[in-house]
């Protein structure tokens, strides 16, 4: 019996493929926002909404995710080639 082998080269690169119906972009790198922005972006809203304790993961997640899509945004009009 034999058996049909991948070699690990041939993962990697099938990994790296896009999704069905995603465009590949190759000048489009993954963006992960620096903890620390992250953390502040949290911490007003946090102020913002009356300092009640109990939120920290409902903060962090909503700051993690606006800093993504204003990342996105950025990109989408070329400011982030900007110095």
Wanted: no cysteine; aromatic share 8%.
């Amino acid at each position: 019996m034999k058996h049909n082998r991948i070699s690990q080269a041939q993962n990697q690169s099938e990994a790296s493929l896009p999704v069905r119906g995603e465009k590949a972009d190759p000048g489009k790198t993954d963006f992960a926002p620096s903890p620390e922005a992250v953390a502040r972006k949290a911490y007003f809203a946090y102020v913002n909404e009356g300092s009640r304790p109990g939120h920290e993961v409902q903060h962090w997640l909503a700051a993690e995710a606006d800093l993504i899509a204003e990342r996105n945004l950025t990109r989408a009009h070329g400011f982030h080639n900007q110095t």
